[in-house]
């Protein structure tokens, strides 16, 4: 991975590397006499080195390593001094051991500003918060881990595989592509190459072999393989892990196609495929066109090229990252042909280039025996010349046999909940599902667009995957879009469930796809609707603004803890005038309108109920006018009988004791199995709900 870094941020890291690395050495030299000082200047320099290659050659999210890093090594150093009792008599010294670590620090909180506005002050603010989380989390594990078993179980059902987990079984099946996680979320056996979880890390001459050997040998390649062909920054894409991909398409056959995914099974009989034969070795100069040699229709041409580095390159190389190069193609039916981004030790292994593969569709067009897509001519080209010795570039081709054709036109293809399980009333502007992106079917929403659902009561949660089409900020100038999600009742204002932007220009994280959460409200009316839309962000365009959403679906059943925040225990009934989401001191709460009740099983061994409430800060100031809400809990037994456990008044307009949180709690009386507890928000004293604004949160029984 080689994203192109904003000025910004490489300025900035740049600045804060040399800054940490230059203390760390000016410290070495400094208390070279005291070994654990010295040693402790090497590691700490190997680590920032470290750091700063792994997040700045990527560019993505991965900046935050050096960027959170280097603010805590920097102050390590003056630590170190003086838990070793290394002072300084000097000024200078002084000075340095100083100034450097504040510099550091300066340019570390605007990396990370620059990464994600806001981010140090939201750290900041929510410390404590935090703390008191992980508290809660300690002495709640067993509802935590229901938490993360229900959030587990939603992934499941958004990625879930049921054909291709009939046909596979318990046999062993290994994944070619980058989404590896389908393999584990659907259970199957997975038996993984050497290098594994991404093609695109299989990308040198000694891995792509290592990895080659596992496919080639019967005794360690997996009886199937879930194949989505799929790459990552704009990379022509049979050259990742390309001696595998020769290896699978001799060796395997396709079964079924499921959501994009193609399952192949080891061909009966299988042999090891035929070396590739040499067909030619010509020179060539960067933006000079080549053409590409004809091959009989039994044959596939592979290419390599010979790219050598200059001294200035192999400096860049170490320093930074390699300099990028790219390939222009010209040919028959081609959908992506500029700027196909290669890399250097990658392409110095054969790779196949006719019938060119861009997707999924592809690979099944060449076992079928279809001539497929073709690169007639190429051209290399990079920003960076002076980085190689373009004297020197070769190409090579080769050729292999094509592998035995197989009759596809009656494999069983099962896209039914590649997009839409629930299909949308309408989307406005009309556009039809895309076929494929980057191995998956998606439907396009132009900033700006919208889809609407009619819902039937059952929902409790949308889930969907959200994007912008790469080329929208590789090639284009997209100021990012806005994703939301709304609910919209009949007769009433529309309520916001969840938001997202995406600046996939100037955030590396917010490119690629992305997955959204929308609880609904345990309530809402009959006849309610949800919009998804695509909008602009702020003070942004709508040029470029090539979003998309893919598998999205509904989550039905039984409430959902996303629904209930901070409750450990779920209710099993909700009647509610009002209720959903809402903020209260930057966490979420339950917002729970008078009149409101919620209904629980009681369990046996539940000896007190506990929670928090209150109400919001607008109910009673900025001309908020409640009379006040009662929290009544009541035990409802099997036989009818009510016993009441609790009840509170607040009245915050005229009582300030009862602003903000109130933290509520009752044993609860003996009681026979199957007992409920109802805990109920009820009207001020003067029957007027309005104001009446309660919410909860922290639910649970002890």
């Not at 900033?447 to 009561?457: D, E, W």
Request: proline share 9%; charged share 20%.
């Amino acid at each position: 991975m080689a994203l192109v870094t904003p000025v910004r941020l490489l300025v900035i890291g740049a600045a804060m590397t040399t800054g940490l690395l230059t203390l760390l050495a000016w410290t070495a030299v400094h208390r070279r006499a005291n070994p654990a000082m010295l040693a402790s200047c090497v590691l700490l320099a190997g680590v920032t080195y470290v750091s700063w290659k792994h997040g700045y050659v990527r560019s993505d999210g991965h900046m935050y390593i050096l960027v959170d890093f280097a603010c805590v090594a920097a102050f390590t150093v003056p630590m170190l001094e003086h838990i070793l009792g290394l002072r300084s008599r000097h000024l200078l010294a002084r000075g340095i051991t100083l100034f450097f670590p504040l510099a550091v620090a300066a340019f570390s909180i605007a990396g990370s500003q620059e990464l994600y506005p806001g981010r140090m002050i939201d750290l900041i603010r929510n410390v404590g918060p935090q703390w008191a989380h992980n508290f809660h989390a300690l002495l709640t594990a067993d509802d935590l881990k229901d938490q993360s078993d229900t959030a587990l179980g939603l992934r499941r059902a958004t990625y879930d595989l049921p054909r291709v987990r009939e046909a596979v079984g318990s046999a062993s099946i290994d994944f070619f592509g980058h989404e590896i996680g389908l393999l584990l979320l659907n259970g199957f056996n997975y038996q993984p190459t050497p290098v594994c979880c991404g093609t695109y890390g299989v990308y040198n001459r000694f891995v792509k072999e290592l990895n080659n050997r596992h496919f080639a040998d019967p005794a360690t390649r997996p009886d199937f393989i879930l194949l989505k062909l799929e790459t990552i920054d704009h990379r022509f894409v049979a050259i990742d892990d390309s001696l595998s991909l020769l290896t699978i398409l001799n060796l395997y056959q396709p079964v079924l196609l499921e959501d994009d995914a193609l399952l192949l099974k080891v061909r009966p009989g299988a042999t090891k495929p035929v070396p590739p034969h040499l067909l030619s070795t010509q020179g060539i100069r960067l933006g000079e066109d080549v053409t590409v040699p004809e091959v009989g229709p039994d044959q596939m041409l592979l290419f390599s090229f010979s790219l050598p580095s200059s001294l200035a390159g192999n400096a860049l190389a170490f320093l930074y990252k390699p300099p990028l190069l790219f390939m222009d193609l010209q040919g028959d039916g081609l959908t992506q042909t500029l700027d196909q981004r290669i890399i250097a030790s990658s392409v110095g292994v054969p790779s196949l280039l006719n019938p060119t593969l861009e997707d999924t569709p592809d690979v099944l067009a060449l076992l079928a025996g279809q001539p497929g897509k073709k690169v007639r001519r190429l051209r290399l080209h990079t920003s960076s010349p002076g980085c190689f010795l373009a004297d020197r570039f070769t190409v090579s081709f080769y050729t292999v046999p094509r592998p035995a054709g197989v009759v596809t036109g009656k494999l069983p293809i099962y896209y039914s909940h590649s997009v839409f399980r629930d299909p949308p009333d309408y989307i406005d502007p009309p556009r039809d599902v895309t076929p494929m992106y980057r191995g998956k079917r998606v439907q396009y929403l132009p900033s700006p667009s919208r889809a609407v659902f009619t819902l039937n009561g059952t929902e409790r949660q949308l889930n969907l995957i959200i994007g912008i089409d790469e080329d929208a900020y590789l090639r284009g100038r997209t100021d990012g879009v806005s994703f939301s999600v709304e609910l919209d009742p009949p007769g009433q204002p529309p309520q916001l469930l969840a938001r997202r932007s995406l600046h996939p220009r100037y955030v590396p994280t917010d490119r690629g796809k992305q997955l959204l959460l929308a609880p609904l409200p345990p309530t809402y009316q009959p006849g309610s609707r949800i919009v998804v839309r695509t909008d602009p962000v702020p003070g942004g365009g709508t040029a470029w603004g090539w979003s998309f959403v893919s598998r999205l679906q509904f989550v039905r059943g039984n409430f959902l803890h996303s629904q209930f925040p901070g409750f450990t225990t779920l209710p099993v009934a909700v009647e509610s005038v009002g209720c959903g989401l809402t903020t209260v001191q930057d966490r979420d709460a339950l917002l729970l309108n008078a009149p409101s009740s919620l209904l629980f099983n009681l369990p046996p061994s539940a000896r007190e109920v506990s929670f928090t409430g209150g109400l919001l800060e607008g109910s009673y100031s900025h001309g908020g006018r409640t009379d006040g809400v009662e929290f009544i809990a009541e035990c409802l037994r099997p036989d009818g009988s009510v016993e009441t456990v609790f009840r509170r008044w607040l009245q915050p307009l005229t009582v300030p004791a009862d602003r903000g949180d109130q933290v509520m709690h009752a044993p609860l009386p003996a009681r026979p199995a199957g007992s409920r507890l109802r805990l109920r928000v009820t009207v001020g004293p003067n029957w007027n709900n309005a104001w009446d604004w309660a919410y909860m949160t922290a639910f649970g029984f002890r």
